[in-house]
């Protein structure tokens, strides 16, 4: 039993693969925010591919990967989808600041962005 546990305890050590791996990966990620790639997932995705390789876990990684990768991919793309559908957005669907309780009571000028906006803008300098 104690000779299986050590044959399996020097296969689970890390090895020369993940010094490189790690390094490719470094190397990889310097250059894509070097050149000013945006490092998304499915950029690491491509990415580990050659990692994936080099340790016979292919299948593995692909089988593991690529369902997080549609969905997440699919969920990207529906943002351009969602403005062009005519639907309203849940803010437009809540109401109005005066329906939801969010507006200034009554009587109190509004202050900052919503004074700017309001053309009530308060006079530097004065406490109002």
Do not use: C, H, N
Not at 4 to 15: C, D, E, Q
């Amino acid at each position: 039993m104690s000779r299986t546990r050590a044959s399996l305890g020097y296969l689970r050590r890390p090895g020369p693969l993940v010094v490189v791996s790690l390094l490719y990966l470094l190397l990889v990620s310097g250059v894509m925010i070097w050149r000013g790639i945006s490092v998304s997932p499915d950029y690491l995705l491509l990415v580990l591919v050659p990692v994936a390789l080099l340790s016979g876990r292919f299948v593995g990684f692909l089988r593991d990967w690529v369902p997080f990768m549609a969905l997440f991919l699919g969920y990207e793309a529906l943002g351009g989808v969602a403005p062009k559908t005519g639907m309203a957005g849940i803010a437009a669907q809540a109401g109005t600041p005066e329906r939801t309780g969010l507006a200034p009571p009554r009587g109190m000028a509004p202050r900052g962005e919503a004074a700017a906006t309001a053309g009530t803008a308060p006079k530097a300098g004065t406490a109002g």
